[in-house]
């Protein structure tokens, strides 16, 4: 049997390319920082606050649809992407569930989709 060995190099030299997870440079990014570093640095230590997070951060995005029109069908893709502070949120709901798993020994399944 041949071990089989892979080296790629990912060079993109595409001026619009960015990594995923990349924060963007500019104005309105340097603008909100701070309310990033506002979110991620809420900690979850009580868990009637974490229900409420779980209850209002949806675990999916709720404005991605299939609509059905004249039969076709025409797909609305997840928006929720745009949300210049999705990251966080996400990372906020997650600290929530965790809290409400580890330190509370709550089931959660009702807040996952």
């Known amino acids: 049997m ?3 060995n892979h080296t790629h190099e990912h060079t993109h030299t595409h001026p619009n390319y960015h990594p995923p997870n990349q924060k963007k440079l500019g104005w309105f ?15 979850v230590k009580n868990n009637r606050i974490a229900h409420l997070i779980c209850q209002t951060i949806p675990c999916c995005c709720p404005f991605e649809r299939q609509i ?4 076709k069908s025409i797909d609305i893709p997840p928006l929720c992407k745009l949300n210049p502070l999705y ?12 809290y409400l798993t580890d330190v509370c020994g709550e089931d959660v399944t009702k807040y996952i989709c």
């Not at 059905?68 to 039969?71: A, E, M, S, Y």
């Not at 990372?91 to 569930?97: C, P, S």
Request: hydrophobic share 45%.
């Open 29 to 43: 990014n340097n603008l909100l920082n701070p309310l990033r570093r506002v979110v991620d640095g809420i900690q």
């Open 2 to 4: 041949k071990t089989i």
């Open 68 to 71: 059905k029109l004249f039969g």
């Open 87 to 98: 990251d966080e949120f996400v990372g906020l709901r997650f600290r929530a569930l965790s």
